[in-house]
């Protein structure tokens, strides 16, 4: 090389050197966010000058040399390491996040495209496969295959799901897939090609694959995105009655870098008259909306208010202005409203006679006969409770059972577990065994909140009777009694309660009697919850049913204890589910407990 | 402080007047004072002040319901009543240097921006009849007002906001707790600050006050510059407290700093989750009135739950 060249290639470093810019004096509250980034970047810049500079010494390199006709052997990218042969597995996100069009072509596009790449660089007879990774993972064929142009024509067809990527069950289900012994002997590969989405990946642990599988992984996020999504609903009370404030909360997440001011409309088709906060009047359709700042790479939640006048099924939207991925910015919900609540008192005594306890129980739970009752009670022997839908009911009420059958237990847990609240008065008879069938038939192992023991007669023992000393006001089914003039709890009188052992930790106790023991207490049950009550509004196991307070202690107890949330559906998006017709009721079933429905039945 | 009858404050005009004075501060907490429609007592011994009875109407809350009447008469009756109010709010201000940022010439500095959202706050709670306290920091307490219910009380403050200068460097845990000591009665604490601190040190501190059951709210104000730095080509960049500088292309460290900022106010957020306090992140982009209107309305949505 002549002099000629060595200035042309002087050249690059003299424009770099003077093309550094003077800075801008700029003053600035802290400097620690930029230090800490520049810590983070500082390799990387100092990388890019050198890669700058480097790529205008190369061109004028590369201009010199063809001059000089120079031999160049420049790397040649080989696509797959292994000289031998390979037993390949796709990993292939479908997630929602992966239908992005923001930025041009999605994510999925690129990622399938990296994934017929791969498959083209493999040579004939490689084993391979292809996993198509969404809430549930799939494989393209059920073990490795030579049929590359099968794998192809999966992979071309696959589209974007509504769902959340399962990346911790498609790992082991991708290791199984390497150590079947179609894969023995030959150099595993395992490719993970997806947006790493943070949802999708916070929990995964990849030190699960084994060190003999070479792990790549292909990221095809498209950079910065924009994206905002109603994330969840909740709605309070699950089930709602006339007159009642129902809230909904509505949470939005921004998986951007800019905080963003995101309009959320809820709309609400009743067709009939509703009121709500803000709604300003009698509509058949109520709109309300409202503006929420979600933080970057955060949430906010938009709360809605409304009460509905009337009974009857209430279809919602809730929306966010569409971005590129419009899927996550609709939500829809059904809200239904009902007259009052509803009660089944399940006993075995006569409700007719006034020696019994469960005469009083209707009378307190229905003080009025009026239509405008906002409480109804149905009264159920222990047969009838056995066979009987209780979902209609927001609170079940046991008293006095001649025995408590495994098939009642059985529908008692289902009742529960789906929202429904079962209130339990530990009186006379036979208390210890009922609640030891209701533990022993519960999906949850235990519902009992204590242990109960010998029933205590108190008459003839110092004062002949016992009081609440403790309450837990906090509790809805409670908070109305913290204020004396409610009714005051402190003054009824029991002659008889049940002994007590074996608290269990995760119940929460509602109230004590004087010397500590519980009088009741509530353990949550799936959705609902099972409260124990150790007494007994039996006229000779206390002056309870003499109280004002009884009817409205009642009534609290149905309202504060019913769910606040719907139970969780157990279906995901993309499945399949047929409605069922059952016990008069429709039903929403999956395909895996299909059962076949007569004709007309 | 003193309390001066000077006429037109600069941080609270007849515009925001006008706006504000259909609104009120709801305490979301029981709080100490007097049973209320707004606020919910704590103690068991006060009374409400009984007005009147009128006819029960299905939907109707059945917790007014008086039994006692409908074992009377068999008719169901609804209790009314009248209302009171006695909130404390303490409001505490970082007047700090690095509040004092502020973009271009004609900008409203973040200091600037703060007293007027504090102006506002305390004009809300004045109106409604609760008491106003007023707290300035920078590394500690600079001044404090003590509470009070009363115009001339709340002229004072706004008094204390005219002239405001920024301070000193950013101490605010040593702050907060000094300030803790200072305020003798449970209530609401309102700190508006830029939280230029340790995350952990910050709510160390406010873990005083939560475990002493007051309500939190934090309203940290940022420039939109701190968010994703201003669009220069080459800066020196200077600390306004420590006058330390940096020089850096912002267009080359963006990325990296609002990875870094990210991290930061998910922290500040994830603190405050914890210890349920409420957190509000504002741009001094966003009108003060906005921001306090949109809060306002939330909180007050929050507030008739249950």
Not at chain 1, 116 to 125: T, Y
Not at chain 1, 378 to 388: D, E, H, I, P, T
Request: with cysteine; hydrophobic share 40%.
């Amino acid at each position: 090389m002549d002099a000629g060249g060595a200035a042309a290639l002087a050249l690059p470093v003299i424009i770099h050197l003077l093309t550094r810019h003077t800075p801008r004096r700029v003053l600035f509250p802290t400097l620690q966010f930029l230090r800490r980034a520049r810590a983070r970047q500082s390799r990387l810049l100092r990388l890019r000058h050198l890669v700058l500079l480097l790529l205008r010494l190369l061109l004028v390199g590369l201009l010199v040399a063809a001059f000089t006709r120079p031999v160049l052997k420049l790397p040649f990218q080989k696509a797959l390491g292994a000289q031998g042969r390979t037993a390949t597995l796709i990993a292939l996100d479908l997630s929602l996040s992966m239908g992005y069009t923001g930025a041009g072509a999605t994510p999925l596009s690129r990622a399938k495209a990296e994934a017929l790449r791969l498959l083209q660089s493999l040579r004939d007879r490689e084993r391979a496969n292809v996993l198509f990774v969404a809430a549930s993972t799939t494989a393209a064929t059920p073990q490795l295959s030579r049929d590359l142009n099968l794998l192809r024509e999966e992979i071309e067809a696959a589209g974007p799901t509504m769902q959340e990527a399962d990346f911790g069950a498609a790992l082991g289900q991708a290791v199984e897939a390497l150590e079947r012994p179609e894969a023995q002997g030959l150099e595993k590969e395992l490719y993970i090609i997806s947006d790493f989405q943070r949802t999708n990946w916070a929990g995964v642990q990849l030190d699960g694959v084994p060190r003999e599988v070479n792990l790549f992984l292909v990221d095809v996020d498209t950079g910065e995105k924009r994206n905002t999504a109603i994330t969840s609903v909740r709605t309070r009370p699950a089930a709602a009655r006339v007159g009642e404030t129902v809230e909904m909360d509505c949470e939005v997440a921004n998986y951007s870098l800019q905080a963003q001011q995101v309009p959320v409309s809820f709309e609400l088709e009743t067709g009939r008259q509703t009121s709500g906060a803000g709604a300003g009047g009698r509509e058949s359709r109520l709109r309300l909306e409202q503006q929420l700042l979600v933080p970057a790479y955060g949430s906010a939640t938009a709360i809605f208010r409304l009460r509905p006048q009337l009974p009857g099924d209430y279809e919602g939207t809730l929306r966010i202005p569409a971005d590129a991925l419009k899927a996550d910015n609709v939500r829809y919900l059904n809200l239904r409203v009902r007259k009052g609540l509803v009660t089944y008192l399940v006993t075995d005594e006569n409700p007719e006679d006034d020696a019994t306890g469960a005469f009083y129980l209707v009378r307190a739970l229905v003080p009025s006969r009026s239509k405008e009752a906002g409480l109804t009670a149905k009264v159920l022997n222990s047969k009838q409770a056995a066979g009987r839908d209780l979902r209609a009911a927001d609170a079940v009420f046991i008293s006095n059972l001649d025995r408590l059958e495994e098939t009642l237990a059985r529908n008692l847990d289902d009742y529960m577990m789906r929202g429904g609240a079962v209130f339990y008065f530990a009186g006379a008879g036979e208390v210890e065994d009922q609640l030891s069938a209701l533990d022993q038939a519960s999906s949850t192992g235990r519902v009992t909140p204590f242990t109960v023991g010998e029933l205590l007669e108190v008459r003839g023992l110092g004062r002949g009777f016992v009081t609440w000393r403790e309450a837990r006001f906090e509790s809805p089914m409670l908070s109305l009694f913290r204020e004396p003039e409610h009714g005051d709890l402190s003054k009824i009188r029991f002659y008889k309660f049940r002994l007590v052992t074996d608290a269990y930790r995760r119940a929460e106790t509602l109230l004590r009697y004087e010397d500590g023991t519980p009088a009741a207490a509530r353990t949550r049950v799936g959705a609902g919850s099972f409260v124990l009550c150790n007494f007994s509004p039996h006229p000779l196991a206390g002056d309870l049913i003499k109280h004002e307070v009884f009817p409205p202690f009642l009534h609290e107890l149905v309202k504060g204890a019913r769910a606040e949330e719907a139970a969780p559906q157990d279906f995901l998006v993309g499945q399949i589910a047929f409605f069922a017709r059952s016990r008069g009721d429709w039903e929403l079933t999956r395909m895996d407990k299909w059962k076949w429905i007569t004709a007309g039945g | 402080m003193t309390a001066t009858a000077t006429p037109g404050w600069r941080y609270l005009r007849p515009g925001d007047l006008k706006r504000l004075r259909n609104m009120e501060f709801v305490a979301r907490r029981v709080v100490e004072g007097y049973f209320s429609g707004k606020h919910r007592s704590a103690s068991r011994d006060s009374a409400q002040e009984f007005a009147d009875y009128r006819g029960y109407v299905p939907g109707d809350d059945l917790r007014v319901l008086d039994w006692k009447a409908y074992a009377r008469t068999d008719r169901f009756y609804i209790k009314q009543f009248r209302k009171d109010t006695g909130m404390t709010c303490y409001l505490l201000l970082d007047k700090s240097n690095s509040m004092a940022y502020l973009a271009d010439r004609g900008d409203l500095s973040k200091l600037e921006y703060a007293c007027y959202l504090v102006a506002a706050l305390g004009f809300l709670i004045v109106k409604q009849g609760d008491r106003a306290g007023f707290c300035l920091f920078d590394n500690e307490v600079r001044g404090y007002l003590p509470p009070g219910g009363t115009f001339p009380h709340l002229f004072a403050l706004l008094n204390g906001l005219e002239d405001l200068k920024p301070g000193r460097t950013t101490r605010i845990s040593a702050s907060l707790r000094r300030a803790f000591h200072l305020m003798k009665r449970r209530g609401l604490l309102i700190v508006v600050s830029d939280f230029l601190d340790e995350p952990n040190e910050i709510y160390s501190a406010l873990s005083m006050f939560t475990h002493k059951k007051f309500e939190v709210i934090l309203f940290h104000v940022l420039h939109d510059h701190e968010m994703s730095l201003p669009q220069v080509d080459h800066a020196r960049f200077i600390d306004l407290e420590t006058r330390a500088s940096l020089i850096a292309e912002p267009a080359l460290l963006r990325p990296a700093y609002q990875q870094e900022m990210d991290r930061y106010l998910g922290l500040m957020r994830a603190h405050a989750r914890a210890r349920r306090i409420d957190y509000n992140l504002v741009t001094t982009s966003t009108h003060y009135n906005e921001v306090i209107e949109r809060y306002l309305w939330v909180r007050h949505a929050a507030a008739r739950v249950r």
